[in-house]
């Protein structure tokens, strides 16, 4: 799907719907093994540019789904997991990717974001850039830092693959526009709105997290 505008700064890249992660499930006898395929529940997978420069601005976008009635965003529940990239480098160089996997709480995502910020800057200064590796990377809540998970050295270690059978498929662009159309109001409008109408930034803030408003 190509890019589209959903804020004046950032872009959604691509948009995948796809079956969920099959799951053993315990089973009452030793030698059984359940498996649950959550059929007719999809997983939505959403991939943003590089648009972001902070972890608060990276949790405040991700937060924004809860607005969009597709899911209550609810990371605690499991309904929302976040993974996020983050790199630094000088400019002229190389670009290395760092993955931080499976951020569970929107806190963790702003927290884990400006750690590894801050540790690649820190190699950098001491000129240490080369130890920045392509790799995964898991977020210790209780350390407050970055560990490492495994590493990757290019696309094939991600595994994607593409699927022959697809069939294409071509949105015209007034489907796009009716969609657009249908949209709620999203909370970064609702605050432009009652900013306007000379609200406290406490009252601001309250009106439009709620979603009923």
Not at 72 to 90: F, K, Y
Not at 113 to 121: L, T
Not at 155 to 168: A, G, K, M, R
């Amino acid at each position: 799907m190509s890019s589209f505008q959903l804020s004046p700064r950032l872009f959604v890249a691509v948009l995948t719907i796809m079956d969920p992660n099959q799951i053993p499930v315990s089973a009452p006898f030793a030698w059984d093994c359940l498996v649950d395929l959550r059929a007719g529940v999809p997983l939505h997978e959403i991939v943003s540019e590089p648009d972001m420069r902070t972890g608060i601005e990276a949790a405040e976008y991700a937060a924004e789904i809860q607005y969009l009635g597709v899911s209550n965003g609810n990371m605690q529940e499991g309904s929302l997991r976040c993974d996020v990239n983050v790199s630094i480098r000088p400019l002229g160089q190389l670009e290395l990717k760092v993955e931080i996997k499976n951020l569970k709480s929107f806190s963790s995502i702003n927290r884990a974001i400006d750690f590894e910020i801050s540790r690649q800057v820190l190699l950098h200064s001491q000129v240490k850039g080369d130890q920045i590796l392509q790799e995964t990377r898991l977020w210790e809540e209780g350390a407050q830092k970055t560990v490492t998970m495994r590493k990757k050295e290019g696309l094939s270690d991600y595994q994607y693959f593409t699927e022959p059978d697809l069939p294409e498929v071509i949105l015209t662009l007034e489907y796009v526009d009716s969609i657009r159309n249908s949209l709620p109001e999203l909370p970064e409008m609702k605050r432009r709105r009652y900013e306007k109408m000379g609200l406290s930034m406490q009252d601001v803030l309250f009106l439009a997290n709620d979603t009923n408003k």
